[in-house]
Nanobody
Framework: QVRLVESGGGLVQAGGSLRLSCAPS????????MDWYRQAPGKQRELVAR???????NYADSVKGRFTISRDNAKNTVYLQMNSLKPEDTAVYSC??????????WGQGTQVTVSS
């Protein structure tokens, strides 16, 4: 069974930066999209950023201009560079992959905490 291995979460002061990374432990075929979601306590999970196989990207309005999603196709690794972090960015960030065969896989989540 394929897992997503995430890394890069942690504690940072407001205005700081973190970079998250995520890579599948294996493969079940081609990938359509690689996404980062987040869920803060008491809130619904939201899509933060998405990158398509062709390289196009989508961002939540709340992170536009601050976060950048990128992908290393050779390593099947997706990154989320988070700059100018705010306390409201505090959440568990989870990687998600949509495979071309129609299946999807979730990562275990990594905590990002931004102190004021």
């Amino acid at each position: 069974q394929v897992r997503l291995v995430e890394s890069g979460g942690g504690l940072v002061q407001a205005g700081g930066s973190l970079r998250l990374s995520c890579a599948p432990s294996g493969s079940i075929g081609g990938i359509n999209t690689m996404d980062w979601y987040r869920q803060a306590p008491g809130k619904q999970r939201e899509l933060v950023a998405r990158i398509f196989s062709g390289g196009s990207t989508n961002y939540a309005d709340s992170v536009k201009g601050r976060f950048t999603i990128s992908r290393d196709n050779a390593k099947n690794t997706v990154y989320l560079q988070m700059n100018s972090l705010k306390p409201e960015d505090t959440a568990v960030y989870s990687c998600h992959v949509n495979w071309r065969i129609g299946d999807d896989t979730w990562g275990q989540g990594t905590q990002v905490t931004v102190s004021s």
